[in-house]
């Protein structure tokens, strides 16, 4: 027997995950399916969720979390402590335009004292018109 011939099952199915193989497939996500499925069930569209799209859909936000990270990481101040802190994900967000939906979940942080002088500012020129 060659060696390229022995394969062991097991990591057949880690390889290539189908619907009788969903114990092993859910091994190749980290993030918690039942979690998914209650985010999707919340839509009023939503009435039944096949297991395939479920697993499908957890693995494509886990990718698209993991390449958040990743570019806001490479871009922002992550390289020199890192780490990866909110305003690197706010930056990206503003900045990148595959991530511009994202501005309103994710906005900059801005301080109580420039927030109230932006509203003095605005309540000012209100009263000059």
Do not use: W
């Amino acid at each position: 027997m060659k060696m390229s011939e022995n394969v062991s099952p097991s990591k057949d199915k880690e390889q290539h995950p189908s619907a009788s193989s969903t114990s092993s497939s859910r091994h190749s996500i980290s993030l918690p399916i039942s979690r998914v499925r209650l985010i999707m069930k919340s839509s009023p569209d939503v009435s039944n969720i096949n297991q395939e799209a479920l697993f499908l859909t957890t693995k494509a936000t886990e990718l698209f979390v993991q390449h958040l990270a990743l570019s806001s990481f490479n871009d922002g101040s992550g390289k020199d402590t890192n780490s990866l802190a909110y305003c690197d994900l706010a930056n990206s967000a503003e900045e990148n335009d595959t991530f511009q939906f994202l501005t309103d979940i994710l906005p900059r942080k801005i301080l109580a004292r420039d927030y109230l002088k932006t509203l003095d500012q605005m309540q000012e020129e209100d009263t000059d018109i």
